[in-house]
T-cell receptor, first 111, second 116 residues
Framework: GQSLEQPSEVTAVEGAIVQINCTYQTSGFYGLSWYQQHDGGAPTFLSY??LDGLEETGRFSSFLSRSDSYGYLLLQELQMKDSASYFCAVRGAGNNRKLIWGLGTSLAVNP | NAGVTQTPKFQVLKTGQSMTLQCAQDMNHNSMYWYRQDPGMGLRLIYY???????DKGEVPNGYNVSRLNKREFSLRLESAAPSQTSVYFC???????????????FGDGTRLSIL
């Protein structure tokens, strides 16, 4: 089967750094994506890793290790507005444009 | 700056009623998708359309039908609604992916559907 695992909840304080991990088991692999979703809102794209290493976009970074079937999203200088759910998603080989989604990590940023 | 537009935003149906959810995108994207999201279940793909004129089943297609009316529009139909179809439905669109180049999916604001 194909599955992604990520923690269900993470709590942090403003200004801190938090890492959300994602491990995947898929038949083939064409990249790991991260999406953010605020309560009641639509998911929005954050980042994508096709190759090993770190991708940085402002306060957010995403890392991938294909040999470990593992990636993470790193959020720095946390702000209250970062409180949201974060989903990892994998595009597997032979799946055309279908993404396989994790169940999401709910991040609560406290003052 | 509309992006992906879904209608309606909210709907309440009785069991057995039929309903079509509408989705339109103005980004000239080739691919379009319908997802449902239930608490604790993440996003599950119902149907997708890789390009105009094609549709394929996703993870949970039973009880649904779709129509890719043209490049802009992709509708989802519930022929005989059941309480198990109570959910938030999201439509998304994206450009065509290349082998190592991902095209982000752009989502509409969702339709909150309750079936009594």
């Amino acid at each position: 089967g194909q599955s992604l695992e990520q923690p269900s909840e993470v709590t942090a304080v403003e200004g801190a750094i938090v890492q959300i991990n994602c491990t995947y088991q898929t038949s083939g692999f064409y990249g790991l994506s991260w999406y953010q979703q605020h309560d009641g809102g639509a998911p929005t794209f954050l980042s994508y890793n096709a190759l090993d290493g770190l991708e940085e976009t402002g306060r957010f970074s995403s890392f991938l290790s294909r040999s470990d079937s593992y990636g993470y999203l790193l959020l720095q200088e946390l702000q209250m507005k970062d409180s949201a759910s974060y989903f990892c998603a994998v595009r597997g080989a032979g799946n055309n444009r279908k993404l396989i989604w994790g169940l999401g990590t709910s991040l609560a940023v406290n003052p | 700056n509309a992006g992906v537009t879904q209608t309606p935003k909210f709907q309440v149906l009785k069991t057995g009623q039929s309903m079509t959810l509408q989705c339109a995108q103005d980004m000239n994207h080739n691919s379009m998708y319908w997802y449902r999201q239930d608490p604790g279940m993440g996003l599950r793909l119902i149907y997708y359309s890789a390009s105009e004129g094609t549709t394929d089943k996703g993870e949970v297609p039973n009880g649904y039908n779709v129509s890719r009316l043209n490049k802009r529009e992709f509708s989802l139909r519930l022929e005989s609604a059941a309480p198990s179809q109570t959910s938030v439905y999201f439509c998304a669109s994206s450009d065509r992916d290349r082998r190592y180049s991902n095209q982000p999916q752009h989502f509409g604001d969702g339709t909150r559907l309750s079936i009594l």
